[in-house]
């Protein structure tokens, strides 16, 4: 069975970092590329970042780029999300996502909660 | 970059026949497949279809895809209604440099 499972959110004050993992399980991590996707609360989904199986290619969106690092260590079967100069506006539920050909998003964890407050 | 726009929020009564739209701002809608996600309260989303009109599997075949280029929109079909349809739903496709792209998200209602 598929299992993504997000860790590291929390509370930090805005200017902060915070380094989110993702764990998985139940398939060849190492075959897959992944994404992170946020939601605000009570708002709709947001995309974050790309990673392709091996790590070589990247794609982050506007609003995280030069801000957020995207990861992964196959071995480990992990993937991380490094977030700096965090922003109020970055308060969100960060959910990682395994991407196959042809489905961007078909399997999900549950999502961690990153709040971002003084 | 372009914006996929879905309509806040739509009703109907269970057995009946949902149609919620996703129209893309600028480019065409048919350069780039078009994903439709899921998502019931308090849980992550899940694909109902993929690649425009693909359903994965355990999907039921009351969900339907399609693209329109003469509206420049993906349209998702929901036939024969049911109370556990009612969800928030989302379109999802790429721009020119390969980042994925959120509609807005349209909150179904099944009353």
């Known amino acids: 069975e598929v299992q993504l499972v997000e860790s590291g959110g929390g509370l930090v004050q805005p200017g902060g970092s915070l380094r989110l993992s993702c764990a998985a399980s139940?398939?060849?991590?190492?075959?897959?590329?992944m994404n992170w996707v946020r939601q605000a609360p009570g708002k709709g989904l947001e995309w974050v970042s790309y990673?392709?199986?091996?790590?070589?290619?990247?794609y982050y969106a506007d609003s995280v780029k030069g801000r957020f690092t995207i990861s992964r260590d196959n071995a480990k079967n992990s993937l991380y999300l490094q977030m700096n100069s965090l922003r109020a506006e970055d308060t969100a539920v960060y959910y990682c996502?395994?991407?196959?050909?042809?489905?961007?998003?078909?399997?999900w964890g549950q999502g961690t909660l990153v709040t971002v407050s003084s | 970059n372009f914006m996929l726009t879905q309509p806040h929020s739509v009703s109907e009564s269970p057995g009946k026949t949902v149609t919620i739209s996703c129209t893309r701002s600028?480019?065409?809608?048919?350069?780039?497949?078009v994903q439709w996600y899921q998502q019931r309260p308090g849980s992550a989303p899940t694909t109902v279809i993929y690649?425009?009109?693909?359903?994965p599997s355990g999907v039921p075949d009351r969900f339907s895809g399609s693209i329109d280029s003469s509206s420049n929109s993906a349209s998702l079909t929901i036939s024969g209604l049911k109370t556990e349809d009612e969800a928030d739903y989302y379109c999802?496709?790429?721009?020119?440099?390969?980042?994925?792209?959120f509609g807005g998200g349209t909150k179904l209602t099944v009353l």
């Open positions: 999802q496709s790429y721009d020119s440099s390969h980042r994925r792209v």
């Open positions: 996502a395994r991407e196959r050909t042809g489905d961007p998003f078909d399997y």
């Open positions: 990673i392709s199986s091996s790590g070589s290619t990247i």
């Open positions: 139940g398939f060849t991590f190492s075959s897959y590329e």
């Open positions: 600028s480019g065409s809608i048919a350069s780039n497949y």
């Open positions: 690649e425009d009109n693909q359903r």
